[in-house]
């Protein structure tokens, strides 16, 4: 089970759109791509890059646990930005929150 909250480390993970891939190859680019290890309690974040579906992807102890979102058509999760390069960054808590409960509404249809 996905058990996250404000103590735990979150990362988003930039430029990774590829919504085929499951644990095992989101793990593999964490480790070989971004050098990182998916320490117990780090969630790492990647979004679709229609910005409709978001994956957090952890590790706890003995098993691997992956959370998805999906809004329907029309609406679509905030873009993450951050000035300057890297293919990976942390951000907090409240950012996270944010970006999982407030879509953006992609088009205004007035009846």
Same mark, same amino acid.
């Given at each position: 089970? !996905?058990?996250?909250?404000?103590?735990?480390? &979150?990362?988003?993970? /930039?430029?990774?759109?590829?919504? +085929?891939?499951?644990?095992?190859?989101?793990?593999? =680019? =964490? /480790?070989?791509? %971004?050098?990182?290890?998916?320490?117990?309690?780090?969630?790492? =974040? $990647?979004?679709?890059?229609? +910005?409709?579906?978001?994956?957090? &992807?952890?590790?706890?102890?003995?098993?691997?646990? !992956? &959370?998805?979102?999906?809004?329907?058509?029309?609406?679509?999760?905030?873009?993450?930005?951050?000035?300057?390069?890297?293919?990976?960054?942390?951000?907090?808590? /409240?950012?996270? $929150? %944010? %970006?999982?409960?407030?879509?953006?509404?992609?088009? !205004?249809?007035? +009846?």
């Amino acid at each position: 089970m !996905l058990n996250v909250t404000g103590l735990n480390n &979150f990362y988003y993970v /930039r430029d990774f759109t590829d919504m +085929r891939c499951k644990h095992s190859r989101v793990l593999s =680019i =964490i /480790r070989e791509q %971004l050098h990182r290890e998916p320490n117990d309690g780090d969630v790492f =974040i $990647v979004m679709s890059k229609d +910005r409709r579906i978001v994956r957090l &992807f952890t590790y706890d102890n003995s098993s691997y646990s !992956l &959370f998805e979102k999906k809004f329907v058509s029309g609406y679509q999760f905030m873009k993450v930005c951050r000035e300057g390069g890297g293919k990976v960054y942390r951000i907090d808590w /409240r950012d996270v $929150v %944010l %970006l999982l409960e407030n879509p953006i509404v992609k088009e !205004l249809k007035i +009846r």
